[in-house]
């Protein structure tokens, strides 16, 4: 059971360069979330979606987009990327009903934009 | 504006001893308490959950929670070596059918020394 899978784990991008980062998860979770985790600095909420189809923004959205086209895949669009987007990216999922709001995280993205 | 505060650390505590992590959060309506343990360079992850006020054990690991303080610890005793990393306090709105994300603190860094 692979959990939730995020890829690339690394990434560098020049500035206004686009790019992609890819989260699938395989426990057939309703809930996914994409955080961001700048150095020393707790975890940010980006984008979350409550299942296919449905995606809301979080606290930081700005510079992001998202979609949700099935239950697994939960993909985050940089359009025009900036400095200030050098962080780690993480995803998340939980199961509708499930015990207590946990969430699962994936091993995250490290990104650096130069 | 919903806040979690964590003092940042780094946190010594000898090998053996209690260590005790503190949490506070502002959003009075929180139901939902997480402690998450991360390694440096790894992704975040679950170690204790609790919703109701009082104490939750699980081996070395005790969660507090006092919603009147709107405060939550972390207790970990017989402290190893492995243990040391960043220990992130969560908090959520909701307990089970809610969709929003946590709300995470910066971190406290626990240093256990051999």
């Known amino acids: 059971n692979a959990g939730v899978t995020q890829t690339p784990k690394f990434r560098i991008l020049k500035i206004g360069q686009s790019m992609t980062l890819q989260c699938t998860q395989d426990m057939n979770h309703n809930y996914m979330y994409w955080y961001r985790q700048d150095p020393g600095m707790g975890l940010k909420l980006i984008y979350y979606?409550?299942?296919?189809?449905?995606?809301d923004k979080g606290e930081v959205p700005n510079g992001y987009n998202v979609s949700r086209s099935t239950t697994e895949d939960f993909p985050l669009r940089l359009e025009l990327a900036a400095p200030s987007q050098t962080s780690v990216y993480f995803c998340?999922?939980?199961?509708?009903?499930?015990?207590?709001?946990?969430?699962?995280f994936g091993a995250g993205t490290r990104l650096s934009v130069l | 504006q919903k806040e979690v505060e964590q003092n940042s650390g780094p946190l010594s505590v000898p090998e053996g001893a209690i260590a005790s992590l503190n949490c506070t959060y502002s959003d009075r309506g929180s139901q939902s308490f997480f402690w998450y343990r991360q390694y440096s360079g790894k992704s975040p992850e679950l170690i204790m959950s609790i919703y109701s006020n009082g104490d939750k054990e699980d081996g070395r690991f005790t969660a507090q929670l006092n919603k009147a303080s709107q405060y939550v610890s972390l207790l970990i005793r017989d402290s190893q070596p492995s243990d040391s990393a960043t220990y992130l306090c969560?908090?959520?709105?909701?307990?089970?059918?809610?969709?929003?994300?946590?709300?995470f603190g910066k971190g406290t860094h626990l240093i256990i020394q051999p």
């Open positions: 979606s409550v299942g296919a189809g449905i995606t």
């Open positions: 998340a999922s939980r199961g509708q009903g499930e015990s207590k709001n946990i969430q699962y």
């Open positions: 969560a908090v959520s709105r909701y307990s089970g059918g809610g969709a929003d994300g946590l709300t």
